[in-house]
C-alpha cells in the first residue's frame, strides 16, 4: 500500500489555512499519481492505493472545510465523494475475487467448480465496476479535478 506522503513545511505558528492548502495540494497529487494503473484488474493494488489516496483527499477535505470558499467547496467534495465510491465499488469485487481464489485452493476438488462458477461472476461484476470508474479516472477527468483543487486551495480564507 502507498504510504501517505509527508508534508514538509507545516509548523504550528503559521495559519490554519495555509497548511489546508499544503495538506490537500499534496492528497491530490498523490491521488492522480495513482489513476494511471486503476483500471488493471491484474493489478488490485492500483485500484487499494487511489482508493486510500480518495480517502486521505476526503478527510483533509472535511477537516479544513472552514479554509474553502462553500460552493466550490461542496461541488468538489462531491466528486471526490463520487470518485471514492466508484472506487470501493471496484475494490469490493477485488477482494471478493482474491478470497474465493485462496479459498479455493484449500477445498476439495469436488467444490471447486461451484466457487469457480461464483468466481466467474464477480468477474464480471468486477468488469462493470471498472467500465463505471473509468470515466472518473481518465487524464481529463483527473486533470480537471486537480486543477479545481489548486483553484480551491488559492482561495483559501484565514
Known amino acids: ?80 465523494k463520487e470518485l471514492a465510491d466508484a472506487l470501493g465499488e471496484r475494490r469490493d469485487r477485488d477482494v471478493t475475487i482474491a478470497a474465493l481464489s485462496d479459498f479455493s485452493e484449500r477445498v476439495s476438488a469436488g467444490d471447486r467448480p461451484g466457487i469457480n462458477s461464483l468466481v466467474a461472476r464477480i468477474r464480471a461484476e468486477q468488469s462493470e465496476a471498472n467500465t463505471a470508474l473509468a470515466p472518473y479516472v481518465d487524464q481529463e477527468r483527473i486533470g480537471s479535478l486537480g486543477r479545481r483543487i489548486d483553484s480551491l486551495v488559492g482561495a483559501t480564507r484565514e
Not at 17 to 31: G, T, Y
Not at 52 to 73: K, Q, Y
Open 1 to 80: 500500500m502507498a504510504k501517505a506522503r509527508v508534508i514538509e513545511g507545516l509548523v504550528p505558528d503559521r495559519p490554519y489555512a495555509e497548511a489546508a492548502s499544503r495538506i490537500v495540494s499534496v492528497r491530490a497529487q498523490e491521488l492522480a499519481e495513482h489513476a494511471e494503473r486503476v483500471l488493471d484488474v491484474t493489478d488490485i493494488e492500483g485500484v487499494h492505493d487511489m482508493r486510500v489516496a480518495s480517502r486521505r483527499l476526503r478527510a483533509a477535505l472535511e477537516i479544513f472545510e472552514p479554509c474553502f470558499p462553500e460552493t466550490d467547496f461542496r461541488a468538489l467534495l462531491s466528486d471526490v
